[in-house]
């Protein structure tokens, strides 16, 4: 059983920066299916940014270009880049992986088995 840990959340003036990271308690989940997910109160979880077992990335429209999703294996951590922040990206954002291989987009909840307990980001 694998352990995330999220950091790097807070408050920002729109426009601003943030980066987000995941730090996962086993090496193996260098190479796994990791992803973001951000949830504002009321609503599902949905899927902002997805790392294949390939490093290959993909984005929800609403972040493309704006959103930088990678991962360090040496450091066991996935990270997440965030620029010009807007005010609808406040959300509790959660770290997910799924402990199997996989390739391509996978943006669903029910496709992650293991999540983190999530860090807030506020755009104010």
């Known amino acids: 059983h694998v352990q995330l840990v999220e950091s790097g959340g807070g408050l920002v003036q729109p426009g601003g920066s943030l980066r987000l990271a995941c730090k996962a308690s086993l090496s193996t989940y260098a190479t796994k299916c990791m992803a973001w997910f951000h949830q504002v109160p009321g609503k599902e979880r949905e899927g902002v940014a997805s790392i294949d077992s390939g490093d290959n990335t993909f984005y929800a429209k609403s972040v493309k270009g704006r959103f930088t999703i990678w991962r360090d294996t040496t450091k066991n951590t996935l990270s997440l880049q965030m620029i010009s922040l807007k005010p609808d990206d406040t959300a509790m954002y959660y770290c997910?992986?799924?402990?199997?291989?996989?390739?391509?987009?996978?943006?669903?909840?029910?496709?992650?088995?293991?999540w983190g307990q999530g860090t807030q980001v506020t755009v104010s």
């Open positions: 997910a992986a799924y402990g199997g291989t996989c390739w391509g987009p996978r943006t669903l909840e029910k496709e992650y088995n293991q």
